[in-house]
């Protein structure tokens, strides 16, 4: 890490989940909302480790229930924004926890999650990753939160050249 702010974030963090008796990747205290934040560890990549066809299965059909549009539409919807083929009898064994080795082309998923609205299948492979997505005024708040913590940095720095310039001003 060559950028010192970053640094300087990262070591804050690093702190700050130690007092809290924490590892980096468990729950952590969400400074903004106040509840607690689930960091995601990623998968280590080794062969067979992103066999994710269950999760995507409990995924998909989980978002599908929660959405309350029925199969047969979603595979229709789906079908007409990807530009790929899917029946309901298909899009049934993609959400089936007993079918894993039959997943969404990446199109397929994409326009899944956007059919259903509830961003199911990007979460999931996020999370793998270590990752995690963000939308709407939750990309603001972080931003604000990045701007809060620049401006602090800066005025440190700027009590930090005050001090050196006054020893610097008292010693002549």
Known sequence: MDDPLRKRQFQEFTATTEAMGGEMNAKQTDLFGGGALELPQPIPVAPGRFALGLQVAVAMSRAMKESGIPRKEIAARVAALSGKRLTESVLDNMAAPSRPDTSPQFLQAMAFDAVTER????DLYAGALGGRVIFGDDILALEEGRLVLAQ?????????????????????
């Not at 961003?119 to 990007?122: G, K, Q, W």
């Not at 050249?161 to 610097?168: D, E, N, P």
Request: proline share 0%.
């Open 119 to 122: 961003h199911a299948l990007l």
């Open 152 to 172: 602090r940095a800066l005025r440190q720095k700027g009590a930090q050249l005050k001090r050196v310039a006054s020893i610097t001003s008292a010693g002549r």
